[in-house]
């Protein structure tokens, strides 16, 4: 089993930086990517940003490109979501996933 917490959203303004992280414990043993998705309020949830284990690969939704960056550090087993130029509709439920194990999110909500 393995659990996730997220931490780091908030209240911002538009334009302004959050930072998130996600503290894996439990079995997380396998070199297996992590990532980051997120719901916005009547909407399905979609994919923001993935990490490989070594973190030498990352991959972006089109939409977080270029303002959004995930990292990892794995002696700390915690992935994080580094956000940049944010948008009123990058507001969001933000969700960790680690294999089928998902944490139970935190809240950015960007003002205009």
């Known amino acids: 089993q393995v659990q996730l917490v997220e931490s780091g959203g908030g209240l911002v303004q538009a334009g302004g930086s959050l930072r998130l992280s996600c503290a894996a414990s439990?079995?997380?043993?396998?070199?297996?990517?992590m990532g980051w998705f997120r719901q916005a309020p009547g909407k399905e949830r979609e994919f923001v940003a993935s990490?490989?284990?070594?973190?030498?690969?990352?991959y972006y939704a089109n939409s977080v490109k270029g303002r959004f960056t995930i990292s990892r550090d794995n002696t700390k087993n915690t992935v994080y979501l580094q956000m940049n130029s944010l948008k009123p509709e990058d507001t969001a439920v933000y969700y960790c996933?680690?294999?089928?194990?998902w944490g139970k999110g935190t809240l950015v909500t960007v003002s205009s």
């Open positions: 996933n680690y294999r089928d194990a």
């Open positions: 439990g079995r997380t043993g396998s070199n297996y990517p």
């Open positions: 990490i490989s284990w070594s973190g030498g690969f990352t």
